[in-house]
């Protein structure tokens, strides 16, 4: 939680570095990386393949750890996971045991809400994300669309101030996607939360971020970071669209 009187959902990264081994050399993937993510906004990140969008996304779930640098939010040094942050990965890892519901409600409960509480805090959220009358299917009962439904609603439930995403929509057939775009756009006009979502879909970041950072595909090249100057997402229709600004 943030100290009360301080923006919530601001991330600032300072001089992050990365490297893996690979074959016994280092592999650098990033170096020196510095950014600002503002409360509120939605930032894409985008790069060729192996560029670093997935590391960079799990260090800042906590999920890796850096070689070097700091992430930040609401100003406090952060390191490992913190509920400040939910992550959506490609596929939701449903419990299949578990209905929609107590899915959704499945966070809530380990942080020691009791399975009722739980489901009645969910229904927001299975409402938000259109699953109304689908609560007690199960997860083998839904497509790939409206199970990845499930898995944004688990992600709000917890009421994170940041949501990480990594192409949380790559794994959906084409129609499902466009749709599931208009989704977040809307689900995002209505939760204030502050959205990172990794995608290798440029349309995609065009639609729903509010900056893109691109990642250099060439190791010693500069990351970009680019204002999307169009109305706010939550202000626009459809991916593709042409719209005159305001
Ligand atoms: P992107 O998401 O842009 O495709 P990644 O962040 O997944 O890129 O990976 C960046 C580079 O780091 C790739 O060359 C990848 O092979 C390497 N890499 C990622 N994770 C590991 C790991 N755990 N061990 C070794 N190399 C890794």
Do not use: C
């Not at 990365?18 to 409360?39: A, E, T």
């Not at 985008?46 to 930040?72: F, H, P, Q």
């Not at 689908?134 to 709000?156: D, W």
């Not at 639609?207 to 691109?214: E, G, N, P, S, T």
């Amino acid at each position: 939680m943030a100290p009360s009187g301080t923006i919530r959902g601001e991330v600032a990264v300072r001089h992050l570095s990365k490297s893996f081994i690979l074959n016994g050399k280092p592999l650098p993937v990033l170096h020196d990386l510095n950014l600002m993510i503002r409360s509120g906004e939605s930032l894409a990140i985008v790069g060729a393949s192996g560029s670093g969008k997935t590391t960079l996304l799990r260090i800042l779930a906590g999920l890796e750890e850096a070689d070097g640098g700091d992430v930040l939010i609401d100003g406090r040094q952060v390191r490992g996971v913190g509920t400040e942050r939910a992550v959506i990965f490609q596929e939701p890892r449903l419990l299949p045991w578990l209905t929609v519901i107590d899915n959704i409600g499945f966070g809530l409960e380990t942080r020691g809400l009791s399975r009722e509480e739980a489901r009645l805090a969910s229904q927001r959220y299975v409402d938000l994300v259109g699953l109304k009358g689908f609560e007690t299917a199960y997860p083998r009962q839904l497509s790939g669309g409206m199970a990845q439904r499930v898995g944004i609603a688990r992600a709000l439930a917890v009421q994170p101030e940041i949501l990480l995403l990594d192409e949380p929509l790559g794994a959906l057939d084409a129609m499902t996607k466009i749709g599931m775009q208009q989704e977040l756009a809307r689900i995002w006009k209505e939760e204030d939360v502050t959205t990172v979502l990794v995608t290798h879909d440029l349309e995609e970041a065009i639609f729903l971020a509010d900056r893109i950072l691109i990642l250099p595909r060439e190791k010693g090249g500069e990351p970009r970071l680019i204002d999307i100057d169009l109305p706010r997402p939550r202000d626009r229709s459809t991916p593709g669209f042409v719209r005159q600004r305001e």
